[in-house]
């Protein structure tokens, strides 16, 4: 796996380089302190993944996927955020990145985290995007007044079963979980999940459950 590390903080980047570079399967093939560079670097080499951290100087973060994403072919994005900085995270997150992963995240789930962006795996776990959707509760209504959107023409084409497992899906249930409440297989539920994917033109179970929220399929809890 090729990775591009985009953060203003040289310590920082020199430690993931350390942790990635170790790896047998992973190198590091290119580094850059700001997202405006980041883009020069990434037009110079290629790259599988982007660990991209959200505020940088000249081009932060969420502008750095969103240009990336819209260009097409280019690396998967793990944006890289602290507990108090959700609110770029779920910019990140609608801006096409594939998850986020906090800074201080130990060695392991860093890994992890790279290897299943790799693969085409969305990284934030369900229940964590969940939060995040009920802490922005006010960017997914389409009014003030907290009325959902109506659901767009696009959700006709899921089938009532496919429209039931994406509303579970968005209560922040695994693939395990939802088929335990559904009483069908995984392996059903993994099929239900793609099937709801291509339907809906989506790029991963992120967008999906930003999707259930904001077409209020699934009520955003208010506190």
């Given at each position: 796996?090729?990775?591009?590390?985009?953060?203003?903080?040289?310590?920082?980047?020199?430690?993931?380089?350390m942790?990635?570079?170790?790896?047998?399967?992973?190198?590091?093939?290119?580094?850059?302190?700001?997202?405006?560079?980041?883009?020069?670097?990434?037009?110079?080499?290629?790259?599988?993944?982007?660990?991209v951290?959200?505020?940088m100087?000249?081009?932060?973060?969420?502008?750095?996927?969103r240009?990336?994403r819209?260009?097409?072919?280019?690396?998967?994005?793990?944006?890289?955020?602290?507990?108090?900085?959700?609110?770029y995270?779920?910019?990140?997150?609608?801006?096409?990145?594939?998850?986020?992963?906090?800074?201080?995240?130990?060695?392991?789930?860093?890994?992890?985290?790279?290897?299943?962006?790799?693969?085409g795996?969305?990284?934030?776990?369900p229940?964590?995007?969940?939060?995040?959707?009920?802490?922005?509760?006010?960017?997914?209504t389409?009014?003030?007044?907290?009325?959902?959107?109506?659901?767009?023409?696009?959700?006709?084409?899921?089938?009532?079963?496919?429209?039931?497992?994406?509303?579970?899906?968005?209560?922040?249930?695994?693939?395990?979980?939802?088929?335990?409440?559904?009483?069908?297989?995984?392996?059903?539920?993994?099929?239900?999940?793609?099937?709801?994917l291509?339907?809906?033109?989506?790029?991963?179970?992120?967008?999906?459950?930003?999707?259930?929220?904001?077409?209020?399929?699934?009520?955003?809890?208010?506190?």
């Open positions: 796996m090729r990775v591009v590390l985009v953060d203003d903080q040289e310590l920082v980047r020199a430690g993931f380089r942790v990635l570079n170790a790896q047998p399967d992973i190198r590091v093939v290119g580094e850059a302190g700001d997202g405006a560079a980041a883009l020069e670097v990434l037009r110079r080499v290629r790259a599988d993944v982007a660990l951290d959200v505020r100087p000249r081009l932060d973060g969420v502008e750095l996927t240009r990336v819209a260009a097409g072919g280019g690396p998967r994005v793990l944006i890289l955020t602290t507990f108090d900085l959700d609110e995270a779920f910019a990140a997150l609608e801006a096409g990145a594939s998850g986020f992963l906090l800074k201080d995240a130990r060695p392991t789930d860093l890994l992890s985290a790279i290897r299943a962006v790799h693969s795996d969305a990284v934030v776990a229940s964590t995007t969940r939060r995040l959707l009920n802490r922005f509760a006010g960017r997914l389409a009014e003030d007044t907290g009325r959902p959107a109506a659901p767009p023409p696009a959700l006709d084409a899921l089938t009532p079963r496919e429209r039931e497992v994406l509303a579970v899906v968005a209560e922040g249930l695994s693939n395990g979980e939802i088929a335990a409440r559904l009483c069908v297989s995984e392996a059903t539920v993994k099929t239900h999940v793609r099937r709801i291509l339907k809906l033109g989506l790029r991963d179970r992120i967008q999906a459950v930003v999707l259930a929220y904001r077409t209020g399929l699934v009520e955003v809890p208010r506190t």
